[in-house]
């Protein structure tokens, strides 16, 4: 298993000099972002931007507490990262005992569930682990971020964590770029959100189909990444199929019983479409260069094949759709844009 350099950072570090950061081989970064129901990290937005600019995968964490209910903390956390393009998956900081903290731990998993599909990992610490063995069971299998400063990387010891992702090995790392001591780590990358399956199962009921994760949450109105696959769920939770339309684009999400977001050339019907890659998935109009070839879709989506106009130029397509060009054919000149001239 190849393992990823990472540090995480807060307003504590001062500035960070990013582009140096990325250079030293570090490629993820976490940052603070939020502490218990009202902090917020000042330089959470600076450091996020640093990272972006020098092509640092980058994550967010909050630092649970016992003076605020875990419903209001949830809340501040993803009300500050909601607005962000976030990389590696966000974590929950748990480091302080208190009364309550495994009750505390999970009403927070589970509110932050409610609020968005991008699932939770858990950072603490080695020793700490057992003040959480009351949550064992809704926490095991989640991603896992462990701190054990023996400065040897992924030399821990086991415990009820099936899915540890990260090892912060060091407090006092040295990193250019940042004036400091830091913490360095070293992750997998079971790290990234794109990699990571919230658990759960299907259930299916009034023969529609929704997705109980094991914390009780379900994600509504949005969508979610499922062993691979992408579904969209409707405002209930419920999951949605045929064509649905997201956000500014249209997605074709198979029939009932399927649901998963379909990408390349759909025939539905007769009639050829083209929905993107598997990370976008949206059905694409105008004109898309596939493979090489050129090709013009409607505003429906629909693949155009033969003679149409566009911008007052005449265009031609052979019967799979492809543009004709560079050659003289059927009576006409077609050059390399796909102009049609007719021959004298």
């Not at 990992?121 to 064992?136: D, E, P, V």
């Not at 099936?162 to 060091?170: A, F, K, L, P, S």
């Given at each position: 298993m190849g393992y990823i350099k990472g540090i995480d950072v807060s307003n504590n570090n001062g500035n960070i000099d990013f582009g140096a950061v990325a250079r030293d081989g570090v490629q993820y970064v976490y940052l603070k972002a939020t502490e218990g129901a009202t902090f917020i990290d000042s330089k959470m937005e600076l450091f996020y931007s640093g990272c972006k600019n020098n092509n640092l995968k980058v994550g967010a964490y909050h630092f649970l507490v016992g003076t605020s209910t875990p419903e209001a903390q949830a809340q501040n956390?993803?009300?500050?990262?909601?607005?962000?393009?976030?990389d590696l998956v966000p974590m929950m900081d748990v480091e302080s005992n208190f009364s309550g903290l495994a009750d505390y731990v999970t009403r927070f998993i589970s509110a932050f569930g409610q609020l968005t599909s991008i699932p939770l990992?858990?950072?603490?610490?080695?020793?700490?682990?057992?003040?959480?063995?009351?949550?064992?069971s809704v926490i095991k299998d989640m991603p896992f971020w462990e701190a054990n400063y023996n400065n040897d990387p992924w030399n821990l010891p086991s415990n009820f964590f099936?899915?540890?992702?990260?090892?912060?090995?060091?407090e006092t790392g040295r990193v250019s770029g940042v004036s400091e001591e830091c913490d360095i780590n070293s992750f997998t990358d079971g790290v990234l959100i794109s990699n990571v399956t919230k658990p759960g199962q299907w259930i299916i009921k009034d023969n529609k189909w929704w997705y109980r994760h094991t914390d009780g949450s379900y994600t509504k109105?949005?969508?979610?990444?499922?062993n691979g696959k992408l579904y969209l769920f409707d405002i209930e939770g419920w999951m949605l199929y045929d064509w649905k339309l997201s956000g500014d684009y249209w997605y074709y999400l198979g029939n009932s019983d399927d649901g998963s977001?379909?990408?390349?050339?759909?025939?539905?019907?007769?009639?050829?479409?083209?929905?993107g890659d598997t990370s976008d998935g949206s059905m694409k109009i105008g004109w898309q260069k596939i493979n090489g070839n050129w090709y013009y879709f409607g505003t429906d989506g629909a693949m155009v094949?033969?003679?149409?106009?566009v911008g007052g130029y005449d265009y031609l397509t052979y019967s799979t759709g492809e543009l004709i060009t560079n050659i003289d054919i059927y009576g006409y000149r077609f050059d390399e844009n796909g102009h049609a001239t007719k021959l004298s």
């Open positions: 956390f993803y009300n500050k990262i909601k607005d962000y393009n976030w990992g858990i950072y603490s610490y080695t020793s700490f682990i057992g003040y959480l063995s009351n949550a064992q099936t899915n540890r992702v990260g090892h912060q090995y060091t109105n949005g969508w979610e990444k499922i977001m379909k990408s390349g050339w759909l025939l539905k019907n007769n009639k050829w479409y083209y929905l094949t033969g003679w149409f106009n």
